[in-house]
């Protein structure tokens, strides 16, 4: 299958400090990446849609100037928590579908697990 | 709006046991269905995916059907292995184009003991 990769896969880093994760499809063009986030013991919710080329498309509740996504090319996608904060701890995964293999399937990335001090 | 409905767990069962893991979903339309499993530390990887009402996926011995009389997609396995332990997520995904969003059941974990 595809390979979606995502780094780092941890992240430690102070309170009010700026963290960039980023989100490559390896051996495919993602037009459309997405980003969720997953606190402990709970489902993954969708932060985000990252299209390639224009602005994204962010979910109710989710701050578009907290989570800066940027999707600059065909296989890749950042996602920067900007002035983090403890409650901002948590797994941030991203995802991406192939269009060679139709829009059934999505490739998850690893994870990034950010923990803010 | 869509949404899935899973069991809660934890589950913990013993190895070679017979799982079932339910899962019913609310939808508009025709929702294609998936199961994902997240390994510790890991992220999600696709499990089996059904696309249309009676289809059944199947993948490492688990399977699926899409049922869309009572909107269900229940995972089983005949018998389970200490490697199966893991969060299973059910999912939906609508439409078409590739753009649309997953709507995740909020997970099962499932704890298999040697």
């Known amino acids: 299958g595809a390979v979606v990769s995502q780094h780092p896969s941890r992240v430690i880093c102070k309170s009010g400090t700026s963290v960039k994760i980023e989100c490559r499809s390896l051996?495919?063009?993602?037009?459309?990446m997405f980003w969720y986030r997953q606190f402990p013991k709970q489902s993954l919710m969708l932060m985000a849609t990252?299209?390639?080329?224009?602005?994204?498309?962010?979910e109710q509740g989710v701050e578009k100037d907290k989570f800066l996504i940027n999707h600059a090319s065909l296989t890749l996608s950042t996602l920067t928590v900007t002035s983090a904060h403890p409650e901002d701890s948590s797994f941030y995964i991203c995802?991406?579908?192939?269009?060679?293999?139709?829009?059934?399937?999505?490739?998850f990335g690893q994870g990034t697990r950010l923990t803010v001090v | 709006g869509n949404s899935v409905t899973q069991m809660e767990g934890p589950v913990t069962l013993s190895e070679e046991a017979f799982l079932t893991i339910n899962c019913t979903y609310t939808?508009?339309?025709?929702?294609?269905l998936f199961w994902y499993v997240q390994y510790p530390g890991e992220g999600l990887q696709l499990l089996l995916k059904?696309?249309?009402?009676?289809d059944k996926g199947s993948n490492k011995g688990f399977e699926a059907t899409y049922r869309k009389e009572t909107t269900s997609f229940h995972l089983e396995k005949g018998s389970v292995q200490v490697s199966d332990s893991a969060v299973y997520f059910c999912?939906?995904?609508?439409?078409?184009?590739?753009?649309?969003?997953?709507?995740f059941g909020k997970g099962t974990k499932l704890t298999v003991n040697p």
């Open positions: 995802s991406a579908r192939n269009p060679g293999q139709g829009d059934t399937e999505a490739f």
């Open positions: 059904a696309t249309k009402a009676d």
């Open positions: 939808a508009t339309g025709y929702p294609s």
């Open positions: 990252s299209n390639e080329g224009s602005k994204a498309t962010y």
């Open positions: 051996d495919f063009q993602a037009t459309t």
């Open positions: 999912a939906l995904s609508e439409g078409q184009g590739g753009s649309e969003k997953l709507v």
